[in-house]
């Protein structure tokens, strides 16, 4: 059997999380991301089908939920001091960009989108050191390589700048064979806080939970005045 080595830290030490959900699930003792077996993901085009499912429509209701992160993220833009505008990336927009135009709707904010399957163009990814924040709702948990996309997130950050995650977190009091976050398939990561302050510490970010559930907003080292 060919070893499993953790998809965001790399460790080998692995241990079997669960197998419910008819799949199988290992935890990481290093960083405790608990993901799916790699054979166990769906292929590109069952992943897209089940996207193009989804029903994420532009209700008062979906957007009070994507404001968990982006509210707290305006305030702390805000308390920043005035700025001619803000640039941002909505990264894993899915086919609705919600929280996108949200951002728009604020004067001053100019968001780009970047999604592999609905805006494929990654030319915003090779902004490094371009954008004021960074958002990333409800596609964390479907990440292959998640080390691999948080560090491009980061890459494009400006010093100072704000990454916000959304991602049901996997806390100790879920359970998780009833966990109707890991029923679905193309679900492939659950971050536990623990894995979240791994993120951090690797990136030489600052973690700030700003709802207990499911949102977490980043930040990158403001640059150092002479």
């Not at 135009?101 to 030319?123: A, F, N, T």
């Not at 990561?189 to 979240?196: G, N, P, V």
């Not at 973690?207 to 977490?216: G, K, L, M, R, S």
Request: proline share 7%; aromatic share 12%; charged share 20%.
């Amino acid at each position: 059997m060919a070893a499993i080595f953790c998809p965001l830290c790399e460790s080998a030490d692995i241990s079997l999380f669960s197998t419910d959900h008819k799949r199988e699930y290992s935890e990481c003792g290093r960083c405790r991301l608990v993901f799916m077996k790699p054979g166990q993901r769906l292929d590109d085009a069952a992943e897209k089908e089940r996207y193009d499912s989804h029903n994420n429509v532009e209700s008062d209701g979906y957007k009070g939920f994507l404001s968990r992160v982006s509210a707290p993220l305006l305030e702390r833009l805000a308390a920043a001091g005035t700025r001619e505008g803000w640039k941002g990336l909505d990264f894993g927009c899915g086919p609705g960009p919600v929280l996108a135009e949200m951002m728009r709707s604020v004067p001053g904010h100019q968001v780009d989108l970047y999604d592999p399957y609905y805006v494929p163009d990654p030319s915003p990814l090779s902004l490094l050191g371009h954008y004021d924040y960074v958002l990333c709702t409800e596609a964390a948990e479907h990440f292959f390589q998640p080390m691999i996309e948080f560090r491009r997130m980061v890459a494009v950050l400006k010093p100072g700048g704000y990454l916000g995650v959304m991602t049901s977190f996997l806390l100790d009091s879920v359970k998780f064979s009833t966990w109707y976050y890991a029923r679905d398939p193309t679900h492939c990561c659950f971050y536990r806080l623990d894995t979240l302050n791994y993120i951090a510490a690797t990136l030489q970010l600052t973690a700030e939970i700003v709802h207990p559930a499911n949102a977490v907003l980043f930040r990158k080292a403001p640059a150092v005045r002479p």
